[in-house]
DNA sequence: ACATTAAGTGATT
DNA sequence: AATCACTTAATGT
């Protein structure tokens, strides 16, 4: 946790500037405090009380939700110029988490503290619609994830899931285990390293420990 | 050298 | 598509 200096005031501009208006820009720079997060790491977990709402500079974040019985779904990922709309009103009404929030790889952004985010709603006009923005890119990726778990077979849903990956981490090379995947999409780990030694049959993609390289799905 | 963890596979439900 | 049971291979100590 840290001020924001300059350095990290050049790649905020670079990815928010054009979405808020100077003064809100300014006003973010003085208040919001910068950190980061290593691979793997909670953002936020299940039932945590939010206090702060990241502005995501770099990496991503994987979005996930588990019932009572423990039972993990994948929601959706946040990266770069994203925030986590859907803690707002949390936020607002002071309530706890629904989410977990792991990181993907490493993540830097900014943290604006609750308090705020209210003041900022009724001050700026860029504010207001960065927020309402956020919530609907949100809303369309929990629908399309309803979409692929109702009318999607497992093999199409490990396919978009690959490419989501592959998008996220800028990488063809994805380091990450069977077991990893199938808790992402709720199934079991011997049905993955199934589905994925077909994949990579029919040359769309080849294995290794720990690894999967995305040659043309 | 031994234990642990990831991945591959046939058989069964 | 899930589970079991077992094997093989890679990695850590």
């Known amino acids: 946790m840290a001020k924001i200096t300059k350095t990290i005031e050049a790649k905020f501009s670079?990815?928010?500037?054009?979405?808020?208006?100077?003064t809100l820009f300014e006003e973010i720079i003085d208040i919001g405090i910068y950190s980061s997060l290593n691979k793997d790491e909670y953002l936020i977990d299940i039932g945590?009380?939010?206090?702060?709402?990241?502005?995501?500079l770099k990496g991503a974040i994987k979005i996930m939700r588990e019932d009572e019985k423990g039972n993990e779904i994948l929601l959706y990922f946040l990266e770069r110029g994203d925030t986590c709309a859907i803690s707002f009103v949390n936020c607002i009404n002071v309530k706890k988490s629904l989410f977990r929030g792991v990181?993907?790889?490493?993540t830097e952004f900014i943290l604006i503290p609750v308090n705020k985010i209210e003041e900022w709603l009724v001050n700026y006009k860029s504010w207001r619609e960065f927020i309402i923005d956020s919530y609907h890119s949100r809303l369309i990726e929990l629908a399309k994830t309803i979409e692929s778990l109702t009318?999607?077979?497992?093999?199409?849903?490990?396919?978009q899931y690959l490419e989501a990956k592959v998008k996220i981490m800028h990488?063809?090379?994805l380091n990450i285990s069977h077991q990893e995947i199938a808790t992402d999409l709720h199934t079991s780990r011997v049905v993955i390293s199934r589905l994925l030694k077909a994949l990579e049959k029919m040359h769309k993609?080849?294995?290794g420990r720990e690894n999967i390289r995305v040659t043309n799905l």
């Not at 945590?48 to 995501?56: C, E, V």
């Open 14 to 22: 670079k990815y928010f500037s054009h979405i808020f208006e100077k």
């Open 48 to 56: 945590d009380k939010l206090t702060y709402i990241p502005l995501i």
């Open 103 to 106: 990181t993907e790889r490493h």
């Open 151 to 159: 009318f999607l077979k497992l093999d199409e849903r490990l396919v």
């Open 171 to 173: 990488s063809k090379s």
């Open 205 to 207: 993609i080849e294995l």
